[in-house]
C-alpha cells in the first residue's frame, strides 16, 4: 500500500508564495510518475504540474507556468510544488498523486492519491 501526505497548505496573500510537500511511504517512490492536482470548490479536478520518475521531464498547466515549480528528491521520498505570485483563482485543494502514466494529467490515470492540503490565496 502506498500512502502520500501532502504538507504546506495555508493562507496567504495574492503575490505571495507557498511550498507544497508530499511524503510518499509504502513503496519505491522512483517508481512512480508523480502529479499535482487542484480542486476548487464546484469545479472538477484538474492537473496542475507533473514529473516523470526520474525528474527529467516536468509539465504544466497554461494557469500555472513560470508561476509553479514542480520538483522532486528520490533519496528523501518527497514530491514538491514550489508556488510563486499566487493569485485568487489559485485557491483550491492541492493533491498530490502517484501513477505509471505519462503524463499524469488525468486524475483517473492516477493509482494513489493523498488526502489534500487547502491553499487559501486572499485579494
Known amino acids: 500500500q502506498v500512502q502520500l501526505v501532502e504538507s504546506g497548505g495555508g493562507l496567504v496573500q495574492a503575490g505571495g508564495s507557498l511550498r507544497l510537500s508530499c511524503a510518499i511511504s509504502g513503496r519505491t517512490f522512483i517508481y512512480y510518475n508523480m502529479g499535482w492536482f487542484r480542486q476548487a470548490p464546484g469545479k472538477e479536478r484538474e492537473s496542475v504540474a507533473g514529473i516523470n520518475w526520474s525528474g527529467s521531464t516536468t509539465e504544466y498547466a497554461d494557469s500555472v507556468k513560470g508561476r509553479f515549480t514542480i520538483s522532486r528528491d528520490n533519496d528523501k521520498n518527497t514530491l514538491y510544488l514550489q508556488m510563486n505570485s499566487l493569485k485568487p483563482e489559485d485557491t483550491a485543494v492541492y493533491y498530490c498523486?502517484?501513477?505509471?502514466?505519462?503524463?499524469?494529467?488525468?486524475?483517473?490515470?492516477?493509482?494513489?492519491w493523498g488526502k489534500g492540503t487547502l491553499v487559501t490565496v486572499s485579494s
Open positions: 498523486a502517484a501513477g505509471n502514466t505519462w503524463p499524469p494529467r488525468r486524475p483517473v490515470d492516477m493509482n494513489y
